[in-house]
């Protein structure tokens, strides 16, 4: 059973992450932190970033979610099977968006906390100011990557 | 016309296959149970399973009553036509889910009564449950299977 | 923090619900079980339902976890704040249902489980149905009436 | 043009809001902040609140950004043209939530900085809890109240 994040937490993991951003000079980020049912408990965006970006973060952290993996085994198994993937975008209407940055967010006891997503750099950067924030907060990140 | 499969029965396949799937140790599933005509008798997720999977069940039942051909087949054909899937998917919001793990439910007689959708693991595991599922529960299963 | 509602249960609930319907000959009914956080668990359809039934079953349910109220009082704040509802239905597409035989589920210790959704017949015979198979289940039914 | 409200202080408007509705012993509330062209700046969600209320609270907020006054005048105006108020939430999916608890941001010239909406609670009570972390915050309220 799924432990609890509270809002409070969610909001300082979110917060932490735009000011790496902006630290590492990488571009302006949004990024989303859901509950382990893939409700919002906090969203946060830096006034610079673009509009669209909320609405990734959100879709990252809810397709890592929704299908239990976190973002760079989606994105895995995107890439092996396509077909499954388009269908189940249109069928979801884009819950599910496979890249990194989008990471599963665990207890020490490797329970499901929620999930974040972030969006306004590449990939790479936004699951990387991500994990800095993670380590901050004393949460635990499940990329989905397979060494990790 | 179509048999008559009913609430009870289609309840009785779909926690079937949930059980199967916590007996072999595969991931947690959601299984949906169709009637001919793609509307709903039975759907149950596995309370530990991700919250798209129930959706990506009903997907997978619901391609396959909508083409008239099990899974195995729809991934053959998604194959060899991806821009026809493609279109298909826009148009209908993505009611086809082209791969194994959907399965037209037939009598003795071979008359089409419904079909299952599972989702949960890989396709081959979701199919494998069901199958053992629709076997168990006396009903003939249709996967598309070309040596089937 | 919410506790846990298993599929198994759920199901016994829905079907009981879709049993009570038959014995006491009202119209066919659909029965939706959600999780506290919204996810389906048990969805059954009479398969003599009409085919609307199963999503209204699941608005029903949706709704009283989306605003937190059992549907009694949904329906009063409805006719009270009609524009509201409006408003709140066409943000949501149509997630609120606000009619009884919508009800919140929760345990002795008055913890939320979930939610069941049932429609077919009158809203009060379909909470009628429900309200027969929660205490035949034995959990606690939140309906929102303010006698309750 | 509007001038700028950042994200630290959209979070800290937001999470103030949470706080004073956990200080007063209102039921648990969402609040969302955006920026005066109506994407979000921050959304947070007290984990004990139901999950449809940031999705309404950005409603509200919404709503007021894009017909130009606060939600109290909203409320006016649906309640003396409802057909115009069915029509435009027909037309943009709900985006205007005509009652309280939407409140137009301005700076000490009253320049539109942006809007906040919040949702858990009667329309009153969400929005007293944003009035009191508006004023903490140092920031001006338009809530619309032709008195105000």
Redesign the interface.
Known sequence: ?SA?????R??QL??AT?RHARRLGVRPL?AAVL?????????????QAS?LR?QIATGKARGC????FGGRELARRAQA????F???????GG??IPVPGGILLRDAEGRLLGAIGVSGDTSDNDERCALLAIEEIGLHADTGDAQG
């Not at 509950?35 to 006034?47: M, N, S, V, W």
């Open positions: 059973m609890l994040l509270d809002f409070e969610a909001a979110a917060a735009l949004a509950d382990a049912a893939g409700h919002p408990l906090a969203l946060l965006r830096d006034e509009f909320p979610l929704g299908m239990g099977m396509p077909a499954f388009d269908a189940i975008n249109s069928l979801t819950e599910v």
